[in-house]
């Protein structure tokens, strides 16, 4: 299956035929361990649905949804945030053992104990935003730089709101060097504009949130099988009008 990203919301996709379509809709924040297991999930639905029904468009659009939008500028200490939030270490080494057990079933293997820094995302979701509305067509599709972005920090431990960390990621991702520069530095300047925020956005209450054909939501980190199904009912549903 090939990907495309589209205008707007970010989006990856492939089209094959008229006949169906399937548009998925994904709230999610960088911070969130369970969205990049949603994610890896989610690429693995869209890869059976192409084997299943090949005949079948289907489009992926990443929606912004920071859970921590009020986090410092220069982030704050991980390992302090997990503990005050948890309650005690134990509660935090709990919490993270139930997180791998899924990540790895996603085939993730998530480096906890590298992370220094809890990031504000503001900037990291602006620069997919941007990377979408100004690179459409190049080399680094945003979806791609979204997975990067979470391995980044939740693999190689990077603070993925540092512009410095952003930029050599971006750069690594193909993304053109003056434009890249030229939006880092205007969103050092101007920080605090809010993100772009979806229309299904009120109906959020945690992420990942997915919303199939705008009609079947699932909230958390389903693994592939019941994403697969979401899509082919909702496929049926398109069928049988």
């Given amino acids: 299956m090939s990907f495309s990203d589209m ?8 089209a094959v035929s008229q006949n169906a379509s399937v548009t998925v809709d994904v709230h999610f924040d960088f911070v969130c ?14 890869s059976r649905i192409a084997s299943l029904r090949p005949d079948v468009s289907v489009k992926v659009r990443w929606h912004s949804h920071q859970l921590l939008p009020d986090t410092p500028v220069g982030g704050v200490p991980y390992q302090a945030f997990y503990v005050a939030r ?15 057990e899924a990540a ?7 480096a906890f104990d590298r992370i220094e820094v809890m990031p504000n995302t503001r900037a990291a979701h602006q620069l997919v935003a941007w990377a979408t509305a100004a690179n459409t067509g190049a080399a680094c599709k945003p979806a ?15 603070d993925i709101g540092n512009p410095d960390v952003l930029e050599r990621i971006g750069l690594a ?5 003056a434009g890249l520069a030229d939006h880092l530095t205007m969103s050092r300047r101007e920080g605090n ?15 990942p949130h997915f919303v199939v054909n705008s009609a079947l939501s699932l909230s ?3 693994s592939p099988g019941p994403i697969v199904d979401a899509m082919l009912r909702s496929i049926g549903d398109q069928e049988n009008r």
């Fill in 7 to 14: 205008d707007g919301a970010t989006e990856q996709g492939t």
């Fill in 33 to 46: 361990p369970w969205c990049l297991i949603g994610k890896r999930n989610l690429d693995a639905a869209v």
């Fill in 86 to 100: 948890l309650g005690s270490p134990g509660a935090v080494a709990a919490r993270r053992a139930q997180v791998q």
């Fill in 104 to 110: 790895h079933a996603a085939g993730i293997e998530l």
């Fill in 144 to 158: 791609l730089l979204i997975d990067r972005l979470f391995t980044a920090y939740f693999m190689d431990g990077e």
């Fill in 173 to 177: 991702c193909g993304l053109d060097a």
């Fill in 193 to 207: 504009i809010a993100l772009p925020r979806s229309t299904q956005a009120d109906d959020v209450r945690g992420v």
């Fill in 220 to 222: 958390g980190a389903y």
